[in-house]
């Protein structure tokens, strides 16, 4: 089992930029694929980008490709969400997602198996 912590969330107006930690801890993170999810007040949460377990191949939802990237840096059991060209609707509650192998469901823009806490992002217009 892992443990998945998020960090780097804030308040920033449009059209800057954050970058979003999820540190896990327990198992290692080369083991998983690992997702990012979104909720905002009222709505459902949404899947946001995945990124393999080798880090060669990455998955966003079409709102955010060319302004999100996702990375990963197993040797510091870490992944990270770069978000640039923030906009208001990008306000949300993010969450790192842990997928099992063998399927990589969050490639699919499913949910995988482990949760964060979430962190918040806020984008002022």
């Known amino acids: 089992q892992v443990q998945l912590v998020e960090s780097g969330g804030g308040l920033v107006q449009a059209g800057g930029s954050l970058r979003l930690s999820c540190e896990a801890s327990g198992r290692t993170l080369s083991f998983y694929a690992m997702g990012w999810f979104r909720q905002a007040p009222g709505k459902e949460r949404e899947f946001v980008a995945a990124i393999v377990r080798s880090g060669v191949s990455t998955y966003y939802t079409d709102s955010v490709k060319g302004r999100f990237t996702i990375s990963r840096d197993n040797a510091k059991n870490t992944v990270y969400l770069q978000m640039n060209s923030l906009k208001p609707e990008d306000t949300a509650v993010y969450y790192c997602?842990?997928?099992?192998?063998?399927?990589?469901?969050?490639?699919?823009?499913?949910?995988?198996?482990?949760w964060g806490q979430g962190t918040q992002v806020t984008v002022s217009s």
């Open positions: 997602n842990a997928d099992r192998p063998p399927y990589c469901k969050v490639c699919d823009g499913r949910p995988g198996d482990y």
